[in-house]
């Protein structure tokens, strides 16, 4: 699946990576990494396909349009998902707030 720029950016931001920590790991220019996600030009399909494999190599997760629009999402592994709800639960009782409507 080719990825837009926008998905590209969002990725990024979910998998904190800089343009250059991706560039890296997808062993592409940073600068064409901000131009695509600038929309100042697109680069060839070899270098969106690494960006992408390098994305989710760090744990993103391309959603294809399905009627809802594109997107992408963090992806968490089954162990990663029980730690989480491990800590979630952790809390001990929950108080009322405080806050006064």
């Given at each position: 699946?080719?990825i837009?720029?926008?998905?590209?950016?969002?990725?990024?931001?979910?998998?904190?990576?800089?343009?250059?920590?991706?560039?890296?790991l997808?062993?592409?220019?940073?600068?064409?990494i901000?131009?695509?996600?600038?929309?100042?030009?697109?680069?060839?399909a070899?270098?969106?396909?690494?960006?992408?494999?390098?994305?989710?190599?760090?744990?993103?997760v391309?959603?294809?349009?399905n009627?809802?629009?594109?997107?992408?999402?963090?992806?968490?592994?089954?162990?990663?998902a029980?730690?989480?709800?491990?800590?979630?639960?952790?809390?001990?009782?929950?108080?009322?707030d405080?806050?006064?409507?």
């Amino acid at each position: 699946m080719a990825i837009s720029g926008a998905q590209c950016r969002a990725g990024r931001a979910l998998a904190e990576l800089s343009r250059d920590m991706l560039a890296k790991l997808a062993k592409v220019d940073a600068m064409a990494i901000e131009h695509f996600e600038r929309k100042l030009g697109k680069p060839d399909a070899a270098t969106v396909d690494a960006i992408g494999a390098a994305l989710e190599a760090a744990g993103i997760v391309f959603i294809p349009e399905n009627g809802g629009g594109v997107g992408v999402r963090l992806k968490f592994t089954a162990s990663e998902a029980k730690r989480i709800a491990t800590l979630e639960n952790e809390g001990g009782n929950v108080g009322l707030d405080d806050v006064q409507q």
